[in-house]
Nanobody
Framework: VQLQASGGGLVQAGGSLRLSCAAS????????VGWFRQAPGKEREFVAR?????YYADSVKGRFTISRDNAQNMVYLQMNSLTLEDTALYYC????????????????WGQGTLVTVSS
């Protein structure tokens, strides 16, 4: 499966953005899809994932919502109440079997989309 993330940009603190992850492949609906982010000088970290249910990192719970449209092979990350700490390169990733909260559990990765939150 190939993934393409988009939707990043510059937003003021308190604002919202919606990231999109477009996937190829007719069996995309069977994949676990996750969003990760990497801030400058930091390691890539888990944000959210979706399969039959959703799961979020504590830092984004209540502010971010992950969703998918299997008919369109799309996964979204709606980000509300953005803070300066949300500034990062955001990646979508997919895996057929694991798909937990670790980078190593995902076999397929898209390129990142940059989210910059300004004060």
């Amino acid at each position: 499966v190939q993934l393409q993330a988009s939707g990043g940009g510059l937003v003021q603190a308190g604002g919202s953005l919606r990231l999109s992850c477009a996937a190829s492949g007719r069996t995309f609906r069977t994949y676990i899809v996750g969003w990760f982010r990497q801030a400058p000088g930091k390691e890539r970290e888990f944000v959210a994932r979706i399969w039959k249910s959703t799961y979020y990192a504590d830092s984004v719970k209540g502010r971010f919502t992950i969703s998918r449209d299997n008919a369109q092979n799309m996964v979204y990350l709606q980000m509300n109440s953005l803070t300066l700490e949300d500034t990062a390169l955001y990646y979508c990733a997919a895996d057929l079997y694991s798909g937990g909260t670790s980078v190593s559990e995902y076999d397929y990765w898209g390129q990142g989309t940059l989210v910059t939150v300004s004060s």
